[in-house]
């Protein structure tokens, strides 16, 4: 499965809820979230409309290491 092109940065937000990712804190356009599932993890995530796809991909490599995933495998569960 394809990443997705237009995926702004709230969108994304709304989906790692899924995986337990909360907002935790927030600096301009940045928004930090964290999970404890599998051991504790954060993130930050820019809020910007259309995220560009190397961010978007290294994002969801990061995630996808920390739960032992293959990135196919979380792009799948995600979208």
């Known amino acids: 499965m394809?990443?997705?092109?237009?995926l702004s940065g709230?969108?994304?937000i709304?989906?790692?809820k899924k995986l337990g990712y909360i907002p935790t804190r927030q600096v301009g356009s940045h928004v930090r979230l964290s999970t404890t599932q599998k051991g504790e993890?954060?993130?930050t995530?820019?809020?910007?409309n259309n995220l560009k796809i190397g961010t978007?991909?290294?994002?969801?490599?990061?995630?996808?290491?920390?739960?032992?995933?293959?990135?196919?495998?979380?792009?799948?569960?995600?979208?």
Not at 45 to 48: G, L, N, V, Y
Not at 56 to 78: N, P, Q, Y
């Open 45 to 48: 995530i820019p809020s910007h």
């Open 10 to 12: 709230q969108e994304l």
């Open 56 to 79: 978007l991909s290294s994002i969801l490599s990061d995630i996808a290491e920390h739960f032992g995933i293959t990135k196919e495998e979380l792009v799948r569960e995600l979208f």
């Open 14 to 16: 709304k989906k790692l």
């Open 41 to 43: 993890h954060h993130i």
């Open 2 to 6: 394809k990443i997705p092109r237009d």
